[in-house]
């Protein structure tokens, strides 16, 4: 079956950088894109964007520019959220997901990344 | 950016009906949204229960239900459980790419 499964939790200060993993596994990996989706402390769930992942090309939600990078490595199925300069505000579970309307959608684990000095 | 409307909070009786509903701010909501519903219970991963407006996972419970109404998506849970107790979000499909909406807090008392 599907499956997403995600790096561990991240504790980084203001000004440094993560990168958050996503390994995909069960189905055809360059079949569907990949989306990443935040959800800070005690609130909803914000689409940040997502990766094709047939051609790498990445498509970023407004308020999400700059920062945020994403990535893909084929060779491992597995995509990639890069945040740098990072601020107390980017503290949130991230969370990669295959949202589709054509197949089964499946959902990571999440990733919590806290940003404190 | 298109603006996707939940109500905050509902409540529904163990074994009640309840319907959610999900409305754009660009207009009516149509299959073109590929309307989808999440379920995310505290501490979990959202889990997905309905896609493209009406089709169930192999885990979603037979009580859920997806459809059009009124210009919204709808989520009818028929037969409320006290495991269905949870946060539900919308999704819909835009040119752009996907909006969330804000969550419906689901209490079932």
């Known amino acids: 079956q599907v499956q997403l499964v995600q790096s561990g939790s991240e504790l980084k200060k203001p000004g440094a950088s993560v990168k958050v993993s996503c390994k995909a596994s069960g189905y055809s990996f360059t079949s569907h894109a990949l989306n990443w989706v935040r959800q800070a402390p005690g609130q909803g769930l914000e689409w940040m964007g997502w990766i094709h992942t047939n051609t790498g090309i990445p498509t970023y939600a407004r308020g999400f520019t700059g920062r945020f990078v994403f990535s893909l490595d084929s060779s491992v199925n597995t995509v990639y959220l890069q945040i740098s300069s990072l601020e107390a505000a980017d503290t949130a579970i991230y969370f990669c997901?295959?949202?589709?309307?054509?197949?089964?959608?499946?959902w990571g684990q999440g990733t919590l990344v806290t940003v404190s000095s | 950016q298109a603006v996707v409307t939940q109500e905050p909070s509902l409540t529904v009786s163990p074994g009640g009906t309840v319907t959610l509903t999900c409305g754009s701010s660009?207009?009516?909501?149509?299959?073109?949204?590929?309307p989808s519903w999440c379920q995310q219970k505290p501490g979990q991963a959202p889990r997905t229960l309905i896609y493209?407006?009406?089709d169930k996972h192999s885990w979603t419970p037979a009580r859920f239900s997806g459809s059009l109404v009124g210009g919204k998506a709808a989520l009818t849970l028929s037969g409320a459980q006290p495991e269905d107790e949870a946060e539900y979000y919308c999704?819909?499909?835009?040119?752009?790419?996907?909006?969330f909406g804000g969550g419906t807090k689901l209490s079932v008392l």
């Open positions: 997901a295959r949202l589709t309307p054509y197949a089964e959608n499946s």
């Open positions: 660009t207009g009516a909501v149509t299959d073109s949204h590929y």
């Open positions: 493209y407006t009406s």
């Open positions: 999704l819909l499909s835009y040119s752009g790419g996907w909006v």
